[in-house]
T-cell receptor, first 113, second 110 residues
Framework: DGGITQSPKYLFRKEGQNVTLSCEQN?????MYWYRQDPGQGLRLIYY???????QKGDIAEGYSVSREKKESFPLTVTSAQKNPTAFYLC????????????FGPGTRLTVT | RKEVEQDPGPFNVPEGATVAFNCTYS??????FFWYRQDCRKEPKLLMS???SGNEDGRFTAQLNRASQYISLLIRDSKLSDSATYLC???????????FGSGTQLTVLP
């Protein structure tokens, strides 16, 4: 089945540690995105990539880093510089120029204590 | 003013009721509009696009009012399975950036 996978579903880390969240898609989509969702709030864009080896900061990129070495993969690293990392992280992808419908992965719930 | 605003609800309605949500946006040059549905602790999924002329998909009707800068979602004959959070999405700007509303929570009661 085609789709987007994120792993793990739940992740627990100690404060001060970097952690990398995985996102893989086999939809052959060019564009990929990372969002963060906090309770009772909408999605906020962290980073996005429209093509391999290129990515752009979103609205809340501070404390995060990404890479896009392969079309299928867009991992997100939450660094120790991110002040409030506990959140629900969603990865999405879309076809460029196709009404921008975004397909989401199941998400990773990160808890940092 | 937020770029995209929604009434957070919650809306609690009985089965069979008709319910409507609005979503206002601040950028008059916004180009595209969508409604997504998000179940509790799950990822959002596209419910429907919103076209200028309005569009209908079964029990769901979406409308766009550019003059007043809002989109709406009407759900007729509500089912228990319609219980979810409904997110509006607006695409704006030369970079065609997506902006999500914070969502409206709907609970359909038996």
């Amino acid at each position: 089945d085609g789709g987007i996978t994120q792993s793990p579903k739940y992740l627990f880390r100690k404060e001060g540690q970097n952690v990398t969240l995985s996102c893989e898609q086999n939809l052959n989509h060019d564009a990929m995105y990372w969002y963060r969702q906090d309770p009772g709030q909408g999605l906020r864009l962290i980073y996005y990539s429209q093509i391999v080896n290129d990515f752009q900061k979103g609205d809340i990129a501070e404390g995060y880093s990404v890479s896009r070495e392969k079309k299928e993969s867009f991992p997100l690293t939450v660094t120790s510089a991110q002040k409030n990392p506990t959140a629900f992280y969603l990865c999405a992808s879309s076809i460029q120029g196709q009404n921008y419908e975004q397909y989401f992965g199941p998400g990773t719930r990160l808890t940092v204590t | 003013r937020k770029e995209v605003e929604q009434d957070p609800g919650p809306f609690n309605v009985p089965e069979g009721a008709t319910v409507a949500f609005n979503c206002t946006y601040s950028n008059s040059a916004s180009q595209s509009f969508f409604w997504y549905r998000q179940d509790c602790r799950k990822e959002p999924k596209l419910l429907m696009s919103v076209y200028s002329s309005g569009n209908e998909d079964g029990r769901f009707t979406a409308q766009l009012n550019r003059a007043s800068q809002y989109i709406s979602l009407l759900i007729r004959d509500s089912k228990l399975s319609d219980s979810a959070t409904y997110l509006c999405v607006v695409i704006s700007g030369s970079a065609r950036q997506l902006t999500f509303g914070s969502g409206t929570q709907l609970t359909v009661l038996p």
